[in-house]
């Protein structure tokens, strides 16, 4: 089992400050340590060459990447919770990474409604951990005018594959963890076909699907008593879930793990809700197993 502990990315970004609040409190819900990680390293020769830094660069970004961490450490401090710190040298979806292998959760910050384009630049990190992590990357985004905890309402997609299982099995856990109403969604892309629909409608092919979820719910539910609501529609999950982002406080998603480049390249469904919602998403990777993690009130027990 991975040790009960939630790490959180620090950049000095507001996004990174809008996760290690949302891990802070994510922390004391599930009774974890929360771990603050802030990794830097030298520049590439092309980067230094149109942003000039100091001679002693390496002085100079460790010291900077110290008082980022410092600062961070600050603004948890006598909040209840254990909290440990790390300086690290390295890439920092690498080192992420690795620490996801023992780890409950990641969290990192996501995009920021201040500056787009420095999203692109450097928000890297939110779209290639979740893509390589062992364990569920949670993507937070700066928000001027939303508070996403505490968490009232998750919204988590399924597929009927085993990701989507597991993704489900997580959203069950948060809801339960929070006392939040759960929206379990199946967005089908039903394409028209004169053939096919004469004989099978949308509305059979969508009460079919809602059969599944509910059974699929019944196999995770665990006894637990969480308010779930099932909701099939017609539709594309990739441009779906991100609408509901905008009425909910946690999105949850699986992935069927074609992580790193041909994750980035080829615009799986967890890679749109991330680049496009509005709200924080779990991303539940296809390395999770059973038995990395258990939901509140067995961790409790």
């Not at 929360?34 to 000039?52: Q, R």
């Not at 949670?138 to 928000?143: E, G």
């Not at 929206?183 to 949308?202: C, K």
């Not at 074609?258 to 080829?266: E, P, Q, S, T, Y």
């Amino acid at each position: 089992m991975h040790d009960n502990v939630v790490v959180v990315g620090i950049d000095g970004s507001e996004p990174s400050y809008a996760a290690l609040e949302w891990a802070l409190n994510q922390s004391k819900e599930r009774g974890a340590r929360l771990h603050l990680v802030c990794a830097f390293e030298l520049p590439t020769y092309a980067t230094a060459s149109v942003s000039p830094i100091p001679q002693d660069s390496g002085q100079y970004l460790r010291d900077a990447a110290e008082g980022m961490l410092s600062k961070a450490v600050e603004m948890v401090d006598g909040h209840g919770v254990e909290v440990t710190s790390a300086l690290e040298f390295g890439d920092p979806t690498e080192i992420l990474t690795e620490l996801s292998k023992k780890a409950a959760l990641v969290v990192i910050g996501g995009r920021s409604t201040r500056n787009k384009f420095s999203d692109r630049l450097l928000r890297t990190a939110s779209s290639a951990v979740p893509a390589y992590a062992y364990c569920p990357t949670v993507v937070v985004p700066f928000h001027h005018e939303r508070k996403f905890q505490p968490i009232e309402h998750i919204v988590v997609g399924v597929d009927g594959s085993e990701h989507g299982r597991r993704a489900l099995q997580r959203a069950v856990w948060e809801a339960d963890r929070w006392g939040a109403r759960l929206t379990v969604l199946s967005a089908i892309p039903i394409a028209y076909n004169p053939g096919m629909n004469a004989v099978v409608s949308d509305e059979d092919i969508l009460a079919d699907a809602e059969k599944e979820i509910r059974a699929e719910i019944d196999s995770v539910l665990e006894g637990r008593d969480v308010k779930i609501n099932v909701h099939a529609q017609r539709g594309n999950p990739s441009y779906v879930l991100p609408e509901f982002s905008k009425m909910v406080d946690l999105v949850i998603v699986g992935t069927r793990g074609r992580g790193g480049i041909a994750g980035l390249l080829l615009g799986s469904t967890s890679q749109m809700v991330l680049g496009q919602a509005e709200c924080p998403v779990m991303v539940v990777p296809k390395k999770v197993r059973d038995g990395d993690d258990v939901g509140p009130s067995k961790r409790a027990e």
